[in-house]
């Protein structure tokens, strides 16, 4: 394949994202609002409430923004919190859109019936790593993580809330006792997130150009349906391996996302305070923010895979937010192992592929799949 004709491939394929990630959706405070439920419209208070953070300035909303389709607002590579409001994250911030039918996280994920199954390897859970099972358990890690909003304890999240102005409607949706369990009070707190992002329709509007196009509303132009072949095809991008554009079961709308926990080799971001410890490694799935696969180097360097819902919005990509533009990111996945010297440090005359990796793990690294 030729460069001008790899590069128009690369064209047609951030084109057809663009249409995909173009949105026109319901906005948070619109009337589908008055249709949640008394708990979820507690949660979209406790949503939007920077009082429940130790700095008293982050919110859920100050990092995942519903005017930026529940991701960063701007093109950080990763946000600032802590108790002072001077400390950075580690990975880049993801949406929160379109997370209704993500799987519970399993080793072994079965597609298809009887002797046809086929086992796709590490799927599901939430967040990069995929280390918690449900939006609510998702909701309890930046209310507690120091670089986040960084409270010390349950304890400490739950006094937040009871000196807020919503706790007689706390007390009125979990009882009148409630802030006397703090552990329990926890738990609804954020079972009451998740039933926010579950009801609010501006958490799955399903609004974008492509939807209307599968719904037979409107049709692509002559560069989007080039840019869909070339998305789909196994021969040309091949993106829809992981990225999924066809309807699901029950003609569910297409996700962009097979839920899969893939090595990439995103290379190593050195804009990341924690990345200048030469020992450190961000390794996803096995560590270190996920504990229970922490001996399980062969799964090491595994992240999730994005959705591509909406991407055309984001400033900031893949795990470690090392790449900010589109062009960027299709770039590398056509160039990564025909031109890696583009993409990774030279050390001694040679190019140190996967470098955000330790070398020993970088054999984990897929170079099998088209």
Known sequence: MNVPYRLSIVAVLALLLTACGHHNDTDVDSDASSLLSPMAKLGKKLFFDPHLSASGKLSCASCHDPAHAYGPPDGADVRTGGVAMNKLGGRAVPSLRYKTYTPMYSEHYYIGRGEDMDDEGPT?????????????????????????????????????????????????????????????????????????????????????????????????????????????????????????????????????????????????????????????????????????????????????????????????????GVYHTLDEVMHFYVERDIDPAHWYPTHNGKVEKFDDLPPALRVNVDTRTA
Not at 156 to 172: G, I, K, T
């Open 124 to 320: 599901g859970g939430f967040t990069a790593d995929g280390r918690v099972n449900s939006l609510a358990e998702q909701a309890a890690i930046p209310l507690l993580d120091p670089n986040e909003m960084a409270n010390d304890s349950r304890e400490a999240v739950v006094a937040r809330v009871a000196s807020a102005a919503y706790a007689d409607r706390f007390r009125e949706v979990f009882g009148k006792d409630v802030f006397a369990q703090p552990t329990v009070a926890f738990q609804d707190a954020t079972r009451a997130l998740q039933a926010f992002q579950d009801e609010d329709t501006s958490f799955h509007p399903y609004s974008s150009k492509y939807d209307r196009y599968l719904r037979k509303e409107v049709k692509l132009t002559p560069q989007e349906e080039h840019g869909l072949l070339m998305f789909n095809r196994k021969d040309k991008g091949n993106c829809a391996q992981c990225h999924i554009s066809w309807p699901g079961a029950n003609n569910r709308p297409p996700q962009f996302t097979d839920f899969g926990l893939v090595a990439v080799g995103v290379p190593r971001n050195a804009r990341l305070p924690q990345n200048a410890d030469a020992n450190f490694f961000d390794l996803g799935l096995c560590g270190p923010a996920r504990k229970d696969q922490a001996a399980r180097h062969d799964l090491c360097g595994r992240f999730k895979t994005p959705t591509l819902r909406n991407v055309a919005t984001r400033q900031v990509f893949f795990h470690n």
